[in-house]
């Protein structure tokens, strides 16, 4: 009957030392700027010019995120958390003008001053041209992108000392996004369409593939409730399509605030 009660006893010492709260669930949200890095492949002059002068230019944007997560206590101070969680990720870029430099000509016959279209799609070169012109990129339309995520996070918290209220913590893990539209202010494809310009659009990756890390703060409202804030960073580790020309990844940073029910 010792053993018994013994047996007993040590079975129930994890929730001796953790308590009743376990288990959590949160609602979370936040606003964040999404950027992208973007680099050219290959040795191609002219796109690496035209990414140089994108690299300049382009501005990041304000997104959102919103999510529901589950929070699951493995050690004293060490939770699991995944969930699931909407995302708009994003940035602005601009089209461009080429004005040509210097005018070559082949047989006195115009070249590509007579054939390049105002507009970021690169021109064409004509049958009497073998050689394309210098030419400097004049900027002109501002071009907002949103791509639209659903991310399912797994994600480990440390804690950290902390009193009755206040208690900081640091999250890193992987969060597995998929891609579910992409909204322009702009729509490029359908006018290169309309004026006749064929444009190879890249394969878009669905699946992604992200990195977190975020350090926050908890404060205890009462025995079952939570309040949390935390400063965030994700970075793609996927490429966002399968262009041979450039490498894209996105980015984001910003500061996600919820609300946590333990039990």
């Known amino acids: 009957m010792k053993n018994l009660l013994f047996s007993f006893c040590l079975c129930c010492l994890p929730l001796l030392v953790f308590g009743q709260n376990n288990q959590s669930i949160d ?9 992208r890095s973007l680099s050219e492949e290959g040795s191609n002059t002219y ?15 304000l997104n959102w995120r919103l999510g529901l997560n589950y929070n699951y206590r493995l050690g004293a101070k060490t939770w699991l958390r995944t969930g699931i ?7 602005r870029f601009y089209t461009y003008n080429y004005l040509i430099v210097n005018n070559i000509t082949n047989g006195g016959n115009n070249g590509w001053g007579d054939v390049i279209a105002g507009n970021n799609y690169g021109g ?13 990129l004049e900027r002109a339309e501002a071009v907002d992108v949103n791509h639209l995520f659903l991310s399912l996070p797994i994600v480990l918290r440390q804690e950290f000392g902390g009193g009755k209220r206040f208690a900081p913590y ?25 004026a006749g310009i064929i444009i190879n659009v890249p394969e878009f990756n669905k699946f992604q593939l992200v990195g977190l890390l975020a350090f926050g703060m908890n404060y205890q409202l009462n025995e079952g409730m939570q309040l949390f804030a935390q400063p965030t960073i994700r ?18 940073y910003g500061l996600e605030i919820g609300l946590r029910r333990q039990w």
Do not use: C, M
């Open 85 to 91: 969680r909407a995302a708009s990720v994003g940035y």
């Open 170 to 194: 640091l999250e890193f893990g992987l969060s597995p996004h998929y891609h579910l539209q992409t909204r322009s202010s702009v729509d490029l494809i359908a006018r290169a369409e309309a």
């Open 47 to 61: 796109q690496k010019q035209y990414i140089d002068r994108r690299n300049e230019d382009d501005e990041a944007r």
């Open 27 to 35: 609602f979370v949200g936040g606003l964040e700027f999404s950027y």
């Open 124 to 136: 064409t070169y004509d049958r009497y041209t073998t050689t394309a012109p210098d030419y400097e």
């Open 235 to 252: 970075y793609h580790f996927t490429t966002l399509d399968q262009s041979e020309q450039e490498t894209q990844r996105l980015y984001n």
